[in-house]
């Protein structure tokens, strides 16, 4: 009997053993072959198969995810490398230009902007035209995505001309005859009452120009930007039209001596726009009328009268300007 009981007893502590077992291990399949006919597989953490064995490398299923490892990986972006076409430019007068130019390496169409490090001394456009205003050191700066900032050192570098210095005319001496003399030619037009345009008719019809127009204020505006804010007691700006621009003829009375150099800064811009800075035409254009604005350009003054003027003969027409005074 107590064999019995005995054995009742193992056979209960048997069946829960084994009952204990397979909830530790999730359960079992009640049908042993759906793991190979259901088409579906319970993975194991170690990413193996339900029965030990590694994935198939040859089923879709089991790959790696597109756009994982390398042949996922984004490329970078290469580095560009700015070179402008000069390292340090000088400039000796108020207006001159420069056309500053560059290279992008690997080859690229990013957008190169330029940037002045001091507007008081140069300019520079959005195409990279420097511009001086006054003497001074400063620098350009290009810039562009992915790339460094180069920078192009600029020097404004001039000496203010010197104006000549007017002297006092002599006070008249007795001629012992009971009149005056003034110990010159008394013929000799005094420098105030000086009529440019009576000047100007007097070389034209001495000296052959080019088809000249005078200039209102929205031509002045446009070509001589500047000239229609100065006051002025005479203003003549005589300019050519024409395409083969071979001359032009300037004569300006200012009424305050300061405004000088703001004339002659403003003829000087205009000659050194038609010349160009070299590296490339400039307004004048053809070789022929280049080399005239070039070579056979004047800027003089006398007292508050300038004059610009571009001619073959531009010698002879500065003399016959200082003679007037």
Known sequence: MK?????????????LSLAACGGKNGGTSSNPGS???????????DGSNPDGSQPDASNPDSSVPSGSGSNGDLQPIPTITITPNKTSVKLTKAGATFQLRYTLEPETDAKVTFTSGNDKVITVNSEGVITAVAPGKTNVSLQCDNASTVTVAVECDWKAETKPEEKPKPDPKPDGSGGSSSGGDSSSTPASNVDLSAFYTTITGKYEFGMLELADASLMDQFYAGMSDVSAEQKLIYITMMSMNNGEFGLVQVKDSKDVDTVKAIFQARIDYMVGDGNGPGGAWYPGPTEQWQNNSRVVTNGNYVMMVVHENCDDIVNEFNALF
């Open 3 to 15: 064999r019995r009981i005995f054995a009742v007893v193992l056979a209960g502590a048997m069946v």
């Open 35 to 45: 793991s190979s006919g259901s088409g579906t597989s319970s993975s194991q953490p």
